[in-house]
C-alpha cells in the first residue's frame, strides 16, 4: 500500500513535441522528472549543431507523492498519466537506458521489439545489461527494453562484448 512520503513511478504521456515543457514545468513545481534524451547533430551551412531530443517521443516519466498527479495534470502538457505496475522492473529498465544514454556509445530509438536472443553485456561500459539482440548490416545492436510503454533503445555492441543468458 502506498504511503503519501513514497514515491511512485508515473508515464506522462505528453501532447505532442511537449516533453521538454513538461520537464522544465515539473523541476519548476519540484515533481521527480526523468527525459532521456540522445543526441543529435547535424550540420547547417557548414556548421555542426548539437540537439538532445527526447528518446521516447511523447513520454516522460515521473516519480510522484498521492498529491502531485493533480499537478502535472494542471500543466496542460499531459495527456494522460499511466500508472506503472511493475515499479521495481521499470525503474530497473529505464535504469539502464539511462546508463546507456552516459556512454559514449550510438543509442538510438527502436520501436519495434523484435524476437530474439536474450544476453548480457560481458565488457565495455555497460557491463552487467541485459538485452535482446538483433542483427542489422553487420553489425549487433542490443535492445534495451522499458516494456511498460513498449518501446526500446538500441546500443551498437560488438558480438564479442555479449554472452548468452
Known sequence: ???????????????????????????????????????????????????YKPLFPNYVFLQLFTGQRQKVYQSDYVANLLEVTDQDLFAQQLADILHALDTDLEVRLAPQIQEGVRVKIKSGPLRGVEGLVQQRSGTTQVILRLDFISQAAAVKIDADELELI
Open 1 to 51: 500500500m502506498q504511503t503519501d512520503t513514497e514515491r511512485l513511478w508515473f508515464v506522462a504521456h505528453t501532447r505532442p513535441r511537449c516533453e521538454k515543457k513538461l520537464a522544465q514545468y515539473c523541476e519548476r513545481e519540484s515533481v521527480a522528472v526523468t527525459l532521456p534524451c540522445y543526441r543529435s547533430v547535424r550540420k547547417y551551412r557548414g556548421k555542426k549543431v548539437t540537439f
